[in-house]
Structure formats: C-alpha cells, structure tokens
C-alpha cells in the first residue's frame, strides 16, 4: 500500500508545503496564511461598523513577493468583509511605493506594474512617491567627525538622494536609506490621512534586521523594528510576521500571482566587499535555512520580540539623534573615546609631516568648528566619512554655522 499524504484540516490530498511539517491542501493553506494577517488585523479599527469610522492602511509596497502577497491577503479580507456586510467595509487600502532613483534600478517601471495590479486589485489607491521629496522644505548639513569624535558640520549644496548617497558605501546607504524610508512613509501617512502603516516583512527578514541592527551599533532600535507599535498615533504592524520567505513563494504561487512580482536583477554570489551588511546576514540566514536549522529563525526572531529599551540609563538625561531620530541613551563619544586609539605610528620622513599638514588645514578649512548637535553610535559607525543629511530649518537654527 502506497504512502499518501493528506491535508490535515480537510483529509484531501494536499500539494507540498515548504518549510511546515504538517501538509494542507491549497485551500486550506490559504486559510492558514490569511489567517496570520487577519490576526494582525483583531482590533476594532479594522472591523465593519467600528466606532471610529472607515481605516485607512498604507501598505509599504517594494514589488516584492512579499509586498505582494501581503497586498493580496489583505485585498481578500477587504472584499470578504463588503461581500458579508452588504457593500460596508471596515478599511481601505492605500498603496505607496517609493521611487528609489537609479541606485537600485528594477527590471520593469513600477509605474507600469502598478497598471497591472490596478485591474486585479480594483479597489486599491496606488501610488508612487519620489524619493527626492523628502528634500522639500529641508537644508542639506554636511556631518563629520573629528579625532576626538565630536560632531563637525558644514552648510552643504543642492543636492538629490542619488547624488547624496553616490559619496558613502553601500553599508551606509542600506542604513541610511532604512532610516529614510521610514521618515516618508510616516510623512505620507499623514498626507494620505491612514492610521496604519503595514510593513510587509517575513520572518525571515525580521531575523534579519534584528541581527543587522545589532551589527550596525542600533540596538537599542530592535524593539521598535521588530514590534509592532504606535509611532505619532500611527499604528505600525508586521502581519506577516509568522511567515516564512518561502511559504510567501508558495502562496503567490497557488494564487496565481507570482508573475506581478517587481524584484532588483541583482544576483548576490560570493561574499565581497560591494555586499552590505544585510545582504551578508540574508545570505548567512539562507544557509542556516537550507542546512536544515530553520528553527534558527523564529528563535532570533521571538527573542528579539522581548526586548525593551535600556532600562538602566533611564534616569539620565536623553536626547534624539539629529539624523536618525533615535533616542540616545548614553554618551557615544565619552565610551567610543574609552574603546579607542586614534592615534597613528610615529612619523619619521619630512614628507609625511608635510601630508599631516596638508591634511589638517583641510579638516579645518572644511567644516565649521565642532559642534554639540547629538548624534547615536549608530549613525557615528554610517559617518565612516563625512555624510550629506537634510536637517530641518529649525534644528539648524539651534546651532551656529558662521
């Protein structure tokens, strides 16, 4: 007697499912996947008839297969709910997806995908948001460091994202556009009048983050990356956070929808230096992953989840950081002083003396004198060089550059 699999929710003969122990028929596997969005999705906000009226959601949309998948459950609730109650639904859903210029060139206009989702997915408002708008309204400050890690800066010219992010590496550019992209979608929320911004991030890409802060000197960050929180009365949410990447393959697959899928060309081989921190954690996850320890990823994952920010510098006084916005808990240039040598060998030739010089009358000429604007480790570790950031006209006023 041949051995046959069957669906353990409905007894029919299932297709294969990767990653999970248990086989589902699709039918019900789509059921176990919606069943996690609809989770994230509990709260009286989202419910037909609430007392607070129609929700906006803002999908953060990459063209990923997990943006699109994310899109797609939601997408199904919404139409459930009208189909159930009469035409009335509980949300509506907004689409933004930010135009990341030239530096990340995708093979196919997100423009032009977005005319193919809109007849799918009719009901949706979907929109792309150039990422040089966060420029608006700003002034461009040149940030550096000194020896003695205090913070130097200079009035900087006209600049766009493209050109700003050309002049530092790749490390901190994925960091730096991070902390960007978070400033827009926010600042979006509020144009679009939405009351949650849906982050579509696997469990993978969780651990992944999780990790990558760590390395990147952002810890103290984790909690609010990986939680799902309320920042400015916005509720920000990881519904697919239960999930897989591969189980988010498989759903766009049984769905038909994998072809919609908008994702970069670039194929990432051996581990060099052109290759970002995350994209190095990515690539390390991957093969814990197909080593057969895939446990290893909703454990970073669920510990990450119980972090909390430092309890023990909560009776000092804080301060935000003046790139990122981080809280700053601790003095950076008082323990990175401790933990390093600054100091080079002895020079012996004249003409090495003659380079010093050169070297510090332009540091000088450079940057203004040093000033106390608050900067976190995390963004000290991203100014490895000096880093074009746009500053509000308000903050900028707080310190003198003349």
């Not at 700003?164 to 978070?182: A, G, H």
């Not at 050169?358 to 976190?376: A, V």
């Amino acid at each position: 007697m041949s051995d046959i699999t069957i669906c353990i929710k409905c007894n029919e003969t299932p297709s294969t499912i990767v990653n999970r122990k248990e086989a589902m028929c699709d039918s019900c596997y789509n059921r176990f996947a919606r069943g996690k969005l609809r989770k994230a999705l509990s709260l009286d906000i989202y419910k037909v008839n609430s007392r607070y009226g129609i929700h906006r959601i803002l999908v953060s949309y990459s063209g990923s297969k997990a943006s699109l998948a994310t899109l797609d459950m939601l997408y199904d609730l919404m139409i459930e709910q009208k189909n159930r109650n009469n035409g009335k639904k509980g949300f509506e859903i907004v689409v933004v997806n930010i135009d990341e210029f030239e530096r990340n060139s995708l093979p196919q206009s997100m423009t032009s995908k977005f005319d193919e989702l809109k007849s799918k997915y009719e009901e949706v408002s979907f929109n792309v948001v150039n990422i040089n708008d966060f420029l608006d309204g700003k002034k461009l400050i040149d940030y550096g460091l000194d020896k003695q890690f205090n913070i130097v800066i200079k009035k900087s010219d006209k600049l766009t994202m493209d050109q700003i992010f050309q002049s530092i590496d790749k490390s901190s550019q994925e960091d730096l556009t991070e902390i960007l992209y978070d400033n827009i979608l926010l600042d979006v929320c509020k144009k679009f009048q939405c009351g949650t911004i849906m982050y579509c991030e696997t469990m993978n890409k969780l651990a992944s983050e999780s990790l990558s802060l760590i390395i990147k000197g952002r810890g103290t960050k984790i909690p609010e990356k990986i939680n799902d929180t309320t920042i400015e009365d916005i509720h920000i949410i990881h519904p697919i956070r239960d999930l897989y990447t591969k189980e988010i393959e498989y759903y766009n697959n049984i769905n038909g929808i994998s072809d919609l899928v908008v994702e970069s060309n670039r194929v990432i081989s051996n581990i060099n230096k052109n290759m970002s921190v995350k994209e190095i954690v990515d690539r390390y996850l991957r093969n814990v992953e197909q080593s057969g320890y895939s446990s290893t990823i909703p454990t970073v994952v669920k510990i990450s989840e119980k972090l909390v920010a430092p309890s023990k510098f909560s009776g000092n006084d804080t301060s935000k950081c003046n790139i990122c916005g981080d809280t700053i808990y601790q003095d950076c240039k008082t323990w990175l002083s401790k933990i390093t040598v600054n100091d080079s060998a002895p020079l012996t030739e004249e003409i090495e003396h003659e380079y010093l010089k050169m070297f510090q009358d332009q540091e000088i000429n450079e940057f203004d004198k040093s000033t106390d604007i608050p900067i976190c480790y995390g963004c000290m570790v991203a100014m490895n060089k000096p880093v074009t950031w746009p500053t509000d006209e308000d903050i900028i006023n707080e310190y003198s550059l003349e």
